[in-house]
């Protein structure tokens, strides 16, 4: 959400159950000028509204689509009655996170398209200075470099990787893989896996193999999403803080927290990683549209990091809330 998708699934369950499965400040003032105005649930846009302390932050997870599905078709096995919401374009999007202080976005490639990255290459034309792009490019052709480069020319900063994501290829570690690492360390593009806990092992011989890599792992590996934030898997994954170039997003808090919001029970695993990987390679972000749902909103997500952990420091609130994603994402 990103935890997003699973693109050979046709089938799709709530946002829960797929996680469990599977350009300054200036922007804001070309978002004050491009930016129409959307229709949202005022009960979202009044919660975010709250007189943001972080303006100028970075949210550096989230989907966008549109219910133009002649212009922008489904990929196979896809129906329009899969999206849910029926729509989330940049507008709906940025009337959500304007208000919560947020002036820049990363767009996460939606599965619905598969690799067709075209509706956000054109969101990001739309928007420019305002959003950065994930991509997805299939590993199994005998070429993912090739495809890699010509999204990296359109302004894509990183490629999305999941144990499905391919067909045909469900290892982390194959040879069409090797070639993205290898291409995105010297391109100095990022690698962002979707993985679950029981997936770190192979990222983390990947990183041993590719140190130059820039990694960015979704939502803390999904840790948490069964329902308990098992001790042995926040271990596995601070221990991997070694690889100098991985980053970590603190992210998709609705499935992540057992709790619901505030999500405070969040906190001692958020902390952990602060020891481990310092802000310096963390980053907030939301998964919209899936934060947004029932029992669940933009505010509450964000006001986690800008406002409850009091074992941030200002300058560490920053990082995690703008500094490191504009490093990863933004930088020229």
């Known amino acids: 959400m990103t935890a997003s998708h699973?693109?050979?699934?046709?089938?799709?369950?709530?946002?829960?159950?797929?996680?469990?499965?599977?350009?300054?400040?200036?922007?804001?003032?070309?978002?004050?000028a491009l930016l129409p105005?959307?229709?949202?649930?005022?009960?979202?846009?009044?919660?975010?509204?709250?007189?943001?302390?972080?303006?100028?932050?970075i949210d550096a997870h989230v989907h966008v689509w549109t219910p133009d599905t002649e212009r922008y078709p489904l990929a196979e096995g896809f129906k329009k009655e899969n999206m849910k919401p029926a729509s989330f374009t940049p507008e709906e999007l940025l009337a959500l996170a304007r208000p919560?202080?947020?002036?820049?976005?990363?767009?996460?490639?939606?599965?619905f398209y598969r690799f067709d990255n075209s509706y956000m290459l054109d969101t990001m034309r739309r928007f420019p200075g305002v959003f950065s792009g994930v991509g997805i490019v299939d590993s199994t052709v005998p070429h993912p470099d090739v495809a890699m480069g010509k999204l990296a020319e359109q302004g894509v900063r990183g490629f999305r990787i999941t144990p499905r994501q391919q067909s045909g290829d469900d290892?982390?570690?194959?040879?069409?893989?090797?070639?993205?690492?290898?291409?995105?360390?010297?391109?100095?593009?990022?690698?962002?896996?979707?993985?679950?806990?029981?997936n770190l092992p192979s990222i983390?011989?990947?990183?041993?193999?590719?140190?130059?890599?820039?990694?960015?792992?979704?939502?803390?590996a999904r840790i948490g999403t069964s329902g308990t934030i098992e001790a042995k898997d926040v271990?596995?994954?601070?221990?991997?803080?070694?690889?100098?170039?991985?980053?970590?997003?603190?992210?998709?808090?609705?499935?992540?927290?057992?709790?619901?919001?505030?999500y405070d029970d969040l906190a001692p695993m958020i902390r952990r990683l602060c020891e481990a990987f310092t802000p310096s390679r963390l980053m907030w972000a939301s998964d919209c549209p899936f934060q947004v749902k029932p029992g669940h909103t933009y505010g509450e997500s964000i006001a986690l990091i800008r406002d409850r952990l009091d074992f941030l420091s200002a300058s560490e609130r920053d990082a995690i809330l703008c500094n490191t994603a504009e490093r990863v994402f933004f930088a020229p």
């Not at 699973?6 to 003032?29: N, Q, Y």
């Not at 011989?205 to 960015?216: A, G, I, L, N």
């Open 37 to 57: 105005k959307a229709n949202l649930p005022m009960t979202q846009t009044a919660r975010a509204a709250d007189a943001p302390k972080f303006p100028g932050a």
């Open 235 to 262: 271990d596995f994954l601070c221990g991997m803080a070694r690889h100098k170039k991985l980053h970590v997003k603190v992210s998709a808090f609705y499935a992540l927290s057992p709790k619901g919001p505030p």
């Open 204 to 220: 983390d011989r990947m990183c041993d193999k590719f140190p130059e890599t820039t990694v960015v792992i979704d939502h803390c």
């Open 100 to 111: 919560a202080g947020v002036e820049r976005i990363v767009l996460i490639q939606m599965s």
């Open 171 to 198: 290892g982390l570690e194959s040879a069409g893989l090797q070639v993205m690492w290898g291409y995105a360390a010297k391109q100095g593009l990022a690698i962002c896996p979707l993985v679950g806990p029981h």
């Open 6 to 32: 699973e693109p050979r699934s046709p089938k799709l369950h709530t946002r829960r159950d797929v996680i469990r499965a599977g350009a300054t400040c200036t922007a804001g003032a070309l978002l004050s």
